[in-house]
């Protein structure tokens, strides 16, 4: 049997059971969301190791931001779920009486759930949520990249669900492109632009909606009016966590030239504070997914000035946190999202300055702000376009439940986390009630001498 038969019988099988009503029912879902807990609660060391060995990624990391996200999304969906599902009501107007409207969630069907391999654990199975929550059956496709953690994904899955519920399909590209050939009712995907563009031409042959968690070149502006140790300490943690491999760690920097030279001491001092002397040796800081990748990054090293880091090692996939000065927006570094642990930083002398280049990118996942001034904060805002704002930290705001989570432009389309994922994964079903109390004949035809009274009710005199 060849993956493409078993892939189209995986989800003959998961048509014919969601067919069966079975996903719908609260209980069931509820069971479900338990079950996908006990999951990680009991895989908990093996998402551990398949990180360390993937990624070389710290234990806490794991922790903070995989397992722990993971299980505050379902508490949230747990608790949330019943009124999430209720009908919601709606006004009627006059030209209904009598009746009643009211908005029914509903399951789409049969969702599609790719992921990407820097965070491998909680961008499958958040969204996984979101589907079970809402009713779903799922298919779940891990980045074959971060091999461990693709295969921990698939074994969870299997014994904790039935195929005909959820399944996971490994594989690479050629997978992945079996999968998007097949009709779904929804894909959920989360990855790079260039990709996404690919997922959303093959989504279209089916029209299949689709929520794309994109990436790009989130800008982080330093204004003068902050605590410096405070900010340094959260760029550093935001943009070199999970070695830079993070959709919204801080891409670029664009710092007000005042400040620059005592962000550039406060940010090398947090640096050895994380990782002591030698990052090579930390056991805190992670290593680049692959060979190709590190060979991508190590060409951004021969723009501007390294005046922080630059070393690196090919055998280990090893990149030193790097801070790299006089960069300009046509260097190497600042034409794609560099997703790895090196730190450009352009300087602004007027803040209108860094709103234009802002404005002269695609529009990015995040932007970071460090300014205690409320009117520059309100400028940013006004001013600039991206899925998500975060003022005076990095990274935090895609790390709640109750915050909505997405891109715009070319940095995704839809949203998830919390309440959104059950929004995403559900369709809005509009339902208008009518009585047989009485009936308006004003609509029927003959229309003869019916069209002054439809005049009246819009106003018009003519
Ligand atoms: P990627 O786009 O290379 O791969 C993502 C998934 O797509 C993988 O499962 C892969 O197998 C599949 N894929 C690759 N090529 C394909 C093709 N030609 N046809 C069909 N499927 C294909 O992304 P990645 O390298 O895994 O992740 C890095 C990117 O993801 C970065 O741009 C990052 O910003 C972005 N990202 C975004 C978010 C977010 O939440 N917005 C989160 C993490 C990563």
């Known amino acids: 049997m060849n993956s493409q038969l078993s892939i189209s019988d995986i989800i003959r099988k998961q ?4 067919q069966t009503g079975a996903t719908k029912g609260l209980a069931f879902r509820l069971a479900q969301l338990k079950n996908l807990k006990q999951a990680i609660l009991q895989h908990q060391t093996d998402i551990v190791q398949a990180l360390l060995v993937d990624l070389n990624r710290a234990e806490v990391e794991t922790y903070a931001t995989e397992i722990l996200l993971i299980l505050g999304e379902i508490d949230y969906a747990i608790k949330n779920l019943k009124k999430w599902m209720q009908p919601e009501k709606l006004a ?64 969870i899955i299997t014994k904790y669900f039935a195929k005909e519920y959820i399944t996971v399909v490994e594989g690479g590209v050629e997978t992945s492109q079996l999968l998007l050939a097949e009709k779904f009712d929804h894909i959920f995907f989360t990855g790079g632009t260039v990709i996404g563009k690919i997922v959303m031409a093959a989504a279209a042959k089916h029209l299949t909606p689709v929520t794309l968690e994109l990436g790009g070149k989130s800008p982080c502006i330093v204004d003068a009016d902050i605590k410096i140790e405070c900010t340094a300490q959260r760029i550093v943690w935001g943009k070199f966590l999970n070695a830079g491999q993070t959709c919204v760690a801080p891409d670029y920097l ?12 406060a940010i090398q001092k947090s640096i050895k504070e994380f990782y002591g002397d030698n990052p090579a040796k930390s056991l805190d800081y992670g290593r680049i997914i692959n060979q190709k990748h590190f060979d991508r990054l190590i060409q951004f090293l021969q723009d501007g000035n390294i005046c922080i880091g630059g070393e690196s090692n090919k055998n280990e996939c090893y990149i030193a946190p790097t801070v790299i000065d006089n960069i300009t927006l ?37 932007i970071y702000l460090f300014s205690q001034n409320k009117q520059l904060q309100q400028r940013i805002l006004q001013n600039t376009s991206s899925g998500g704002v975060c003022i005076n930290d990095t990274v935090m705001q895609a790390a709640a439940s109750g ?26 079903k509009t339902v208008l009630q009518r009585s047989f109390l009485f009936d308006i004949k004003l609509r029927y035809a003959p229309y003869k001498g019916k069209l002054q009274w439809l005049k009246r009710i819009v106003g018009s005199n003519t």
């Open 15 to 18: 048509r014919k059971f969601f």
């Open 254 to 265: 664009l710092v007000n030239k005042n400040i620059k030279p005592q962000l550039l001491t």
């Open 92 to 155: 009627t107007n006059l030209q209904q009486f009598p009746a009643s409207a009211r908005i029914y969630p509903e399951p789409l069907g049969i969702a599609l759930i790719i992921g990407p391999w820097n965070y491998p654990f909680q961008l499958t199975l958040s969204p996984l949520i979101g589907a079970i929550a809402a009713g779903n059956c799922v298919i779940i496709k891990p980045s074959e990249l971060a091999n461990n953690s693709s295969k921990v994904i698939a074994e």
């Open 403 to 428: 915050l909505p989570f997405g891109g715009v432009g070319d940095s995704g389309i839809g949203r998830y986390h919390g309440k959104t994922s059950f929004e995403t994964f559900s369709h809005y």
């Open 330 to 366: 046509t260097s190497a570094v600042m034409q794609s999202e560099i997703f790895g642990p090196i730190l450009p930083i352009i300087e602004y002398g007027d803040i209108n300055e860094a709103i234009t280049i802002i404005n002269s990118q695609p529009k990015p996942l995040a």
